[in-house]
Nanobody, 125 residues
Framework: QVQLVESGGGLVQAGGSLRLSCAAV????????MGWFRQAPGKEREFVAA????????YYGDSVKGRFIISRNNARNTVYLQMNSLTPEDTAVYYC??????????????????WGQGTQVTVSS
């Protein structure tokens, strides 16, 4: 088993930036596809970004493409989400997730076996 711990959330003004981190405890993330999802009150969990084992392939949801960047440092056992040009619509709880046997559906929450507790991101106008 692996435990995922998100950090870096907080309050930020519209137009600002924030960097989220996801640290793994228990085993390395080297062989895992990693994803970020978010969920706002009253809304479904939304795909944000995903990254392959080596970091060579990245994928983004349409709402964040061009603004967010996902990356990973396997030596540090950590995944990052750099969020730029934030708007109030980005306000949500952000979750880190790990998929230890990738099957090509990186955008579906149920494909991921492990989830962090989430970190709150609030963007003010």
């Amino acid at each position: 088993q692996v435990q995922l711990v998100e950090s870096g959330g907080g309050l930020v003004q519209a137009g600002g930036s924030l960097r989220l981190s996801c640290a793994a405890v228990g085993r390395p993330l080297t062989n895992d596809y990693m994803g970020w999802f978010r969920q706002a009150p009253g809304k479904e969990r939304e795909f944000v970004a995903a990254i392959s084992w080596s970091g060579g392939y990245t994928y983004y949801g349409d709402s964040v493409k061009g603004r967010f960047i996902i990356s990973r440092n396997n030596a540090r056992n950590t995944v990052y989400l750099q969020m730029n040009s934030l708007t109030p619509e980005d306000t949500a709880v952000y979750y880190c997730a790990a998929d230890e046997h990738y099957r090509g559906r990186y955008y579906i929450p149920n494909e991921y076996e492990y989830w962090g507790q989430g970190t709150q991101v609030t963007v003010s106008s």
